[in-house]
Each structure stands twice: as C-alpha cells, then as structure tokens.
C-alpha cells in the first residue's frame, strides 16, 4: 500500500520551532516530487512548499520563505518541513502529498496530489 | 499568483440528486485543473486531474470538464458518502498552486 505519514507536530510558543516529518511507504519515492499543504482550523487548503524528488529544488509560498525549510532523505524515504520563527497564523494541520505529473488522456499535461498523509497538527500559541 | 474561485459556497442536496460545481480562474490556466474531496477531519482526497481525467478507484459518477478559466465538477447521482467539501486546485503555476476556497455539500 502507497502510505505516507505525518508526525512531529505539536504546542510550540511564538518564534519557536519545529520539525516535521513524512515517512513514505509503498513507492519509489526518491522518483516523486512531494508538497506541503496546510489548513488553518475552519479554513480551505494552502500550499506550503515544494521538493523534486533529488531534492536539489525546492519552492515556497510567500507567507513562509526564509522561515520553513524542505528537504528530503531519499536513502530513508522521509521528507521534512523545518519550521522556525513560528506565528499564531501558522497554526494548522500539516499535510505531505506524493505529486503525480504527467500528460492526460485529454492531451494536455497534469500536475497533482495522489497521494495524501493523515496530517500532523501544529499549534502556535504562548 | 492565479485566484480560484469556487460557487457555490455551500449547497444542500439530496441522495440521487445531480450536483453541479464551478470554479473559476483568474487567468487561463489550460487544462490544469484538479478536484479534491475532504469529509471531516479527514485528508484530501483526489478526484479528477488535468480538468477531466478520473482517478483510480473513483467513481464514475464523479466527472469533471472545462478549460482556460470555468471549470465544472459534477455528480451525476449523490451518494450519502458524497457528502463533503469539494476544492478545486490549479496546477498552471506549478508547483505555486492554489486552491479554490472550498464548496461545502450538505445533505438536504
């Protein structure tokens, strides 16, 4: 079975840190480009972060660059989401998702999560 | 970065009731459209990539059509496990994609 699970969150203050994890199962992972989602409480999905399945690229949305770091161990099959300077409006369930890409029956090319972790919960509050 | 819009917000519907949902992009964004289903407390699930394409194991009432900015996801017959928050995501601007902000499907 195609897995990927989540673990590492938690109650952090203000300015702390944290970080998460992703252990993938069932799946070549090091040939699979990976994101970070996130959704506050109450509220839709927001991408977080991007990685190639080397690991030599990575992407950011704005609300977290120069503060979340993306990497990932290919020889363990785990991808990570280093968090630092946290704030109150980063507090959400995180999720890691396996990205499918390729060219559809319809002709044009796709870009997509197949595969989604059960979500990790991160709280920032003092 | 591209906008999504989703309508309706909410809607209440019925067991075997066809369902319709739009959503709509701020810019054309070809074909790169996926659908999501979230039932409480649960992860994303995928529907439908590159706008019409169903995934694996999903069902064949879920379809999905459009192109440059309108979209639409439809159910043609509502099963009570239907019952969730639909997203649509864009995947143009790969990998900055966005969702659209969620339609919410109540049982009538």
């Known amino acids: 079975d195609v897995q990927l699970l989540e673990s590492g969150g938690g109650l952090v203050q203000p300015g702390g840190s944290l970080r998460l994890s992703c252990a993938a199962s069932?799946?070549?992972?090091?040939?699979?480009?990976m994101n970070w989602v996130r959704q506050a409480p109450g509220k839709g999905l927001e991408w977080v972060s991007a990685?190639?399945?080397?690991?030599?690229?990575?992407f950011y949305a704005d609300s977290v660059k120069g503060r979340f770091t993306i990497s990932r161990d290919n020889s363990n099959n785990t991808l990570y989401l280093q968090m630092t300077s946290l704030r109150a409006d980063d507090t959400a369930v995180y999720y890691c998702?396996?990205?499918?890409?390729?060219?559809?029956?319809?002709?044009?090319?796709?870009?997509?999560?197949?595969?989604w972790g059960q979500g990790t919960t991160v709280t920032v509050s003092s | 970065d591209i906008q999504m819009t989703q309508s309706p917000s909410s809607l209440s519907a019925s067991a075997g009731d066809r369902v319709t949902i739009t959503c709509r992009a701020s810019?054309?964004?070809?074909?790169?459209l996926n659908w999501y289903q979230q039932k409480p407390g649960k992860a994303p699930k995928l529907l439908i990539y590159g706008a019409s394409s169903l995934q694996s194991g999903v069902p064949s009432r879920f379809g999905g059509s459009g192109s440059g900015t309108d979209f639409t996801l439809t159910i043609t017959s509502l099963q009570p496990e239907d019952f969730a928050t639909y997203y649509c995501q864009q995947s143009y601007s790969t990998p900055r994609i966005t969702f659209g902000p969620g339609t919410k499907v109540h049982i009538k």
């Open positions: 998702a396996k990205v499918i890409e390729g060219i559809a029956a319809a002709g044009g090319d796709y870009y997509a999560m197949d595969v």
């Open positions: 990685i190639s399945g080397s690991g030599s690229t990575t």
């Open positions: 069932g799946f070549t992972f090091s040939n699979y480009a």
């Open positions: 810019q054309s964004i070809a074909s790169y």
